[in-house]
């Protein structure tokens, strides 16, 4: 890649080359490959990077939480709506239960959540992968590694007590996609319920909606990752309204640094969207 000074500069201040080094990171090969590369995405070039990291706002898109209408199989129809009654633990008790699709076939386990159930970040991901189904947690492969070191970049991590610090990670399948392969649409209605609840409970300050399955997931939009950032959405989370910024998944950003420059924008927007609220 080819930077300008300016950029070049940027990119120093940044310690992008160095901070979100991934240790011991493996051929990008080995990466999930849960951010399918479309045109759309790949056309996007540094050109469009924000000049600086930190920026306002352009607009605020209300997205109500986007829910499934139809009945649920099994004649189950009331099943989302105990899952949106369900405190932690029962929560996590039928996570760990759950049979309503065919990738419960498949998983060694559910891979839940992590991180402080008071943290005001919530991270949204898309799904388990190899080492997340072995471990029981999301995001600890090649790509949690970037995603972690992203994190300490902005003072955040999943590990913190404090909840200003903390973050809270969960994906929207809680079930990992044989070979890594795109969740179904069945598969995320009927395992969304899980992911909106999380998100009742912990009740962030802001939300960070990383990759297209995500972003489909809880703003109900078909729109590229491109087309998306950059802005400040809100979740209606039934009675208050959460800011919610999309950025690249990590597993794509191991796959195309130059847009790393543009997550890092994005974190900073994160940052000072839920300072804003603070
Ligand atoms: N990719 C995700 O979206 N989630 C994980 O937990 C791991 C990789």
């Known amino acids: 890649m080819t930077l300008d000074p300016r950029r070049r500069a940027l990119w120093h201040a940044m310690r992008l ?4 080094q991934t240790r011991g990171a493996g051929p990008a090969a080995a990466a999930p490959a849960v951010e399918p590369v479309t045109p ?29 209408t139809e009945p649920l199989p099994g004649g189950d129809g009331d099943r989302k709506a105990r899952i949106a009654r369900m405190d932690w633990e029962p929560l996590q008790a039928a996570v760990a239960a759950c049979t309503a699709c065919e990738l ?20 949204a991901g898309e799904a388990p992968g190899a080492e997340e189904d072995e471990r029981g947690e999301p995001f600890v492969g090649q790509a949690g590694r970037l995603l972690d070191n992203m994190l300490e970049a902005v003072g ?62 809880l ?11 950059g802005r400040v959405h809100a979740i209606d989370l039934g009675g208050r309204t959460v800011p919610a910024i999309v950025t690249y998944h990590p597993a794509y950003l191991l796959r195309n640094l130059a847009d790393k420059s543009k997550s890092w924008a994005d974190l900073c927007l994160a940052r000072q969207v839920g300072e804003r609220r603070g």
């Open 40 to 68: 759309e995405v790949e056309s996007v070039t540094s050109e469009d990077a924000p000049a600086t990291p930190a920026h306002a706002p352009a607009a605020i898109a209300v997205a109500p939480m986007a829910t499934t």
């Open 104 to 123: 419960c076939r498949t998983r060694r386990q559910t891979v839940f959540g992590t991180g402080h159930r008071q943290a005001h970040w919530l991270l």
């Open 219 to 229: 703003l109900g939009s078909d729109a590229s990752i491109a087309q998306l950032r």
């Open 17 to 20: 080359g160095a901070v979100w």
């Open 156 to 217: 955040r991590s999943r590990r913190a007590q404090d909840p200003a610090a903390a973050v809270y990670i969960a994906n929207v399948l809680k079930c990992r996609p044989p070979a890594n392969r795109n969740p179904q649409p069945q598969e995320v209605a009927l395992c969304e319920p899980f992911l909106k609840r999380q998100l009742q409970l912990v009740s962030p300050r802001v939300v960070l909606i990383m990759g297209r399955f995500a972003a489909q997931s």
